[in-house]
């Protein structure tokens, strides 16, 4: 039994596509979601980039590129970008995937994890498939991201380990 894991942040950008990166690397199943509205990147002067879920990451690099290559690759938005367009095609949102089933959602942010949980229950249990939700808390930043990465993976080896245990 393989189990599935979800990785799940505000934008689909930074926490929850590193540890998607980890997991996958680890060679666990697992997809990638944002909980906002928008897919939201720090901009110049303190604006926000705004991007709608489903846009190709590959575009959002362009578009940066185009605006300030110098600024986005100082911060590490580029780099973020580069990361993301190796994993996947384009940012998910949570609540507009209602056909992927995971046994484990990682959550990184307690708001994150509030909007699963609400968007579980408003889906109703059809199928009775159990999925556990977890969250740990994590600044959205590069480094912190990396250490959560690290955590998730630590967390679902020894979910895997104990369920071989279990079934033995």
């Known amino acids: 039994m393989k189990l599935r894991f979800a990785t799940v942040c505000s934008s689909n950008m930074n926490r929850s596509m590193e540890a998607h ?23 110049k002067d303190g604006d926000d980039n705004s991007f709608e879920f489903g846009t190709p990451y590959e575009e959002m690099l362009e578009v940066l590129v185009t605006e300030d290559l ?3 690759s100082k911060s590490g938005i ?12 384009a940012p998910q949102r949570w609540q507009d ?3 992927a089933r ?3 959602v990682f959550a990184f942010e307690e708001r994150v ?3 699963i949980v609400e968007d579980l229950q408003a889906r109703g249990g059809t199928d009775y ?5 977890i969250n740990l808390e994590t600044t959205d930043s590069a480094e912190e ?12 080896k020894l979910v895997c380990h104990t369920l071989i245990a279990l079934i033995c």
Do not use: C, W
């Open 21 to 43: 990166r980890v997991l996958q690397e680890a060679g666990f199943s697992v997809g990638s979601y944002g909980t906002g509205t928008r897919v939201r990147l720090p901009g």
């Open 70 to 72: 110098g600024a986005y």
């Open 78 to 89: 580029i780099k973020m970008l580069e990361r993301n367009k190796n994993i996947k095609r």
């Open 97 to 99: 995937d209602h056909g």
């Open 102 to 104: 995971f046994d484990i």
């Open 113 to 115: 994890f509030d909007a």
């Open 129 to 133: 498939e159990r999925v556990h939700v």
């Open 145 to 156: 991201a990396a250490k959560a990465a690290v955590d998730a993976e630590k967390l679902a």
